[in-house]
């Protein structure tokens, strides 16, 4: 397509830059929003699509990462690129579990990325697309280093999005992101 690189992987095609038009912006504005201290400590809460990117995005600026989720697939993809994750069901206190992987002083700041709608509520906003646009392509670049070309868990066909969206919706299967090839 134009404009677009595709790459093929393993026999599938990944089309780099369509996380433009929403993971990438929205973890990159939540990094930005966190506006951790040069060196600093994070903690992401949930490691879905935008918490796993927000945890890549703050590790590229050198920031320590702490992230927590429930899911086992989505601990072990963090744990794969050396963020040190907390699993949910294993605290009776989370706070008190950072705390103490940070000397007692917590994280310097905290990204929430379980989330919620944001329409209708006004403490919440969406995600700055074209802002950040700018600031993130000159990472989409051969070398990769937020890992796009691998992030989609599955690559399927458009007759497929039917069970896909079953399975997604129960995280069976390792489902983390689609990617649908028309
Ligand atoms: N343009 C935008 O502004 C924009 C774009 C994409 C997503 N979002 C929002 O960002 C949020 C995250 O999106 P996503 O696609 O990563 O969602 P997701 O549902 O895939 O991920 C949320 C993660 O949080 C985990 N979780 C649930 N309860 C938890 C708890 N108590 N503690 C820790 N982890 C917990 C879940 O297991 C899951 O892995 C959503 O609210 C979504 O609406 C906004």
């Known amino acids: ?14 089309a780099t830059f369509v996380y433009l038009s929403d993971v990438l912006p929205t973890a990159w504005q939540a990094v930005e929003y966190a506006a951790i201290p040069d060196g600093g400590t994070v ?8 918490g796993e990117m927000a945890s890549r995005i703050a590790q590229h ?14 601990l072990a993809r963090a744990r794969s690129h050396h963020v040190e994750v907390l699993d949910w069901n294993d605290h009776d206190d989370l706070g008190e579990a950072i705390r103490e992987l940070t000397d007692g002083r ?10 919620m709608e944001a329409h209708g509520s006004p403490t919440m906003g969406q995600a700055n697309v074209k802002h950040w646009v700018d600031d993130i392509l000159p990472l989409l670049t051969d070398d990769d280093p937020l ?8 690559h399927i066909a458009l007759d497929d999005l039917p069970d896909a969206y079953e399975t997604f919706q129960k995280k069976e299967d ?3 992101k689609y990617v649908v090839n028309p």
């Open 43 to 50: 903690a992401i809460l949930g490691l879905g699509p935008i």
């Open 106 to 115: 917590g994280p310097d700041s905290v990204i929430d990325a379980v989330g």
């Open 174 to 176: 390792g489902a983390f």
């Open 1 to 14: 397509m134009k404009g677009t690189r595709c790459v093929q992987l393993h026999g599938r095609e990944s």
């Open 61 to 74: 600026r050198g920031h320590r990462v702490i992230a927590v989720d429930l899911v086992d697939d989505r």
């Open 147 to 154: 890992g796009v070309d691998t992030f989609a868990s599955h």
